[in-house]
């Protein structure tokens, strides 16, 4: 049996979201800030950014965890947050 994400690949292509950082950026953030630790901060502001891809057509989302890793998050004075920061932006 297959998985059902394996069987809508054979039927047709899967539109997958943008750039996050772009849309965050585009939503008034600073590219200087920890994108990552919004998903704590600014659950809101992720959550429709989520939505506008969605929306859009987007098929697939990725969660907005692309440096959430005990060094990238560091840099930023939340490492003590890797695991939250992670979970949540899966969550949303």
Known sequence: MS???TS???KRPLLFDGAMG???YEAGRSLDECLDALNLS???IVSSVYRA???AGADVIES???GANRIRLGQH???DKVRDIAFRGVKL
């Open 42 to 44: 600014h659950p809101d």
């Open 53 to 55: 891809y969605i929306n």
């Open 8 to 10: 809508e690949l054979l």
């Open 3 to 5: 998985h059902p994400f």
């Open 22 to 24: 772009t849309m965050l």
């Open 64 to 66: 907005n965890t692309f």
């Open 77 to 79: 004075g939340h490492t």
